[in-house]
């Protein structure tokens, strides 16, 4: 049997884009995961996640990344899509985009709702074929199923590497999250100057409070 596992990085930032990324192992490759070390991104280092990563696009029969920007995040927040939905059809991207076998796959998927089931009946709306798959949406997937595990990896490293990339053009950002100091000194000291760079969630809470003429702004232009 093949195992798909897909997980989710920097759903939660105020500043830069969320991945995704999807890894395609057999079975019996879930033990060289442990025994390299593998475990969800969060508790690793920096350093163990460029190696592990490394590792893991060498061993995956196949692996995609995804890629949501703070423009198609905002604009998911203030439709009828929202953020879950937005998550489930870049989770569809990576199974359709990987899944061109005959072979049965088990599709081990982080789920981002609190309602699983919910969620997983949206997933099957983007899917193309789902003859050969079996799905599975759990919470905590990350750290329960190396696979997953390893999809983790993969999107926190292309977070971490995107984020390196805004700060070489833009300055130090911190993290990108909004419990982050440097980040709120950031934003409220380049917010307006920035605000066209596609680099902002405009839709956070803590950029409306900060600048809500922007964001009134930014709903007269959405429903016009």
Same mark, same amino acid.
């Given at each position: 049997?093949l %195992? %798909?596992?897909?997980?989710?990085? &920097?759903?939660?930032?105020?500043?830069? *884009?969320?991945?995704?990324? &999807?890894?395609?192992?057999?079975?019996?490759?879930?033990?060289?995961?442990?025994?390299?070390?593998?475990?969800?991104?969060?508790? %690793?280092?920096?350093?163990?996640? =460029? !190696?592990?990563?490394?590792?893991?696009?060498?061993?995956a029969?196949d692996?995609?990344?995804?890629? /949501?920007?703070?423009?198609?995040? +905002?604009? /998911?927040?203030?439709?009828?899509?929202?953020?879950?939905?937005?998550?489930?059809?870049?989770?569809?991207?990576?199974?359709?985009? =990987?899944?061109?076998? !005959?072979? $049965?796959?088990k599709?081990?998927?982080?789920?981002?709702?609190?309602?699983?089931?919910?969620?997983?009946?949206? %997933?099957?709306?983007?899917?193309?074929?789902? +003859?050969?798959?079996? =799905?599975?949406?759990?919470? !905590?997937?990350?750290?329960?199923? *190396?696979?997953?595990?390893? /999809? #983790?990896?993969?999107?926190?490293?292309?977070?971490? +590497?995107?984020?390196? $990339?805004?700060?070489? $053009?833009?300055?130090? =950002?911190?993290?990108?999250? *909004?419990?982050?100091?440097?980040?709120?000194?950031?934003? !409220?000291?380049h917010?307006?100057?920035?605000?066209? #760079?596609?680099?902002?969630?405009?839709?956070?809470?803590?950029?409306?409070?900060?600048?809500?003429?922007?964001?009134?702004?930014?709903?007269?232009?959405?429903?016009?």
């Open positions: 049997m %195992l %798909l596992g897909i997980d989710d990085a &920097g759903r939660g930032p105020l500043i830069g *884009p969320m991945f995704l990324a &999807g890894v395609l192992l057999e079975k019996k490759d879930e033990a060289m995961l442990k025994t390299e070390g593998v475990a969800d991104s969060k508790l %690793l280092s920096h350093s163990t996640r =460029i !190696k592990l990563s490394v590792m893991i696009k060498d061993i029969l692996y995609h990344i995804v890629e /949501a920007k703070p423009e198609q995040i +905002d604009h /998911a927040i203030k439709s009828r899509i929202n953020l879950n939905t937005l998550e489930a059809i870049k989770t569809a991207e990576i199974i359709n985009k =990987i899944n061109k076998r !005959k072979e $049965k796959i599709v081990i998927v982080d789920c981002p709702s609190v309602n699983t089931k919910a969620w997983k009946n949206t %997933l099957y709306h983007y899917i193309k074929n789902i +003859d050969n798959l079996e =799905i599975i949406c759990e919470h !905590k997937a990350d750290f329960n199923y *190396p696979v997953v595990s390893a /999809a #983790s990896i993969l999107a926190k490293v292309a977070r971490e +590497d995107e984020v390196e $990339k805004i700060k070489k $053009k833009f300055g130090d =950002i911190g993290s990108g999250y *909004p419990s982050d100091p440097i980040t709120i000194k950031f934003l !409220k000291e917010g307006d100057s920035f605000k066209d #760079s596609g680099i902002f969630r405009k839709s956070w809470k803590t950029w409306k409070s900060i600048f809500p003429e922007s964001d009134q702004k930014l709903l007269d232009g959405f429903f016009r």
